[in-house]
Structures are given as structure tokens and as C-alpha cells.
């Protein structure tokens, strides 16, 4: 069974720094071939903050460019957001996703996974 795990959300100040985690696990993955973070404000759709692409291709949304980092160990099959310079409208529940290549005993799938979100809190 495929789950995705993230890691190192919390409580910082305005200007300060996070670094989260995901890591996948699985039998039968076959390849991971985009990995990336949302994140969902109170009120507001989940949206895309950032994705990195099988051949290290990153993407950020405009709000985050120059602040947010996101990068991926492929041995380990972690991705990673860091997270500088936070404002509090970066306030939100953060959660990672990644696009798998998976086989089910039959044969070749692809499936998006999700996983169970982690708690970002930028404020004074």
C-alpha cells in the first residue's frame, strides 16, 4: 500500500523558516514521476505551491518564487519544501502529492496520492 508522510509543520513568527517532508513508501512503485505541495487556506481552495518533475523541474507559484525551495531525494523518494521568509499568508494546511507509476499484479497503473496534510501557522 502506497502512503505518502509528511513532516515538519508548525508555529513560526513572520520572516521565519520551515522545512517539510514527505516521504513515500510502497511495494510495486515503479516510478515516481512528479512529486509536489499544496496548500489549503481556511476559506479557500487547495492550490498548487510548488512541484518537481522526474528531472529535478520545479515549478512555484508566483506568491512563493524566491522564498520557498522544494527539492526531492529520489533514493529515498522524499520531497521537500523549504520554506524561508514566511508571511502569514502562508498560513494554511500544507500537503504533498506525488503521481506514481504503480503495478497491481496485472499490470502497469498511474494514481496521484495524497498525503494526510501537516499544520503551518505563520503568526506574531
Known amino acids: 500500500q502506497v502512503q505518502l508522510v509528511e513532516s515538519g509543520g508548525g508555529l513560526v513568527q513572520p520572516g521565519g523558516s520551515l522545512r517539510l517532508s514527505c516521504a513515500v513508501s510502497?511495494?510495486?512503485?515503479?516510478?515516481?514521476?512528479?512529486m509536489g505541495w499544496y496548500r489549503q487556506a481556511p476559506d479557500k481552495e487547495r492550490a498548487l505551491v510548488a512541484d518537481i518533475r522526474s528531472g529535478d523541474n520545479t515549478n512555484y507559484v508566483d506568491s512563493v518564487k524566491g522564498r520557498f525551495t522544494i527539492s526531492r531525494d529520489h533514493a529515498k523518494n522524499t520531497v521537500y519544501l523549504q520554506m524561508n521568509s514566511l508571511k502569514p499568508e502562508d498560513t494554511a494546511v500544507y500537503y504533498c502529492n506525488a503521481d506514481l507509476i504503480y503495478h497491481d499484479g496485472i499490470g502497469y497503473n498511474t494514481r496521484t496520492y495524497w498525503g494526510q496534510g501537516t499544520q503551518v501557522t505563520v503568526s506574531s
Open positions: 510502497g511495494r510495486s512503485i515503479f516510478s515516481i514521476n512528479v
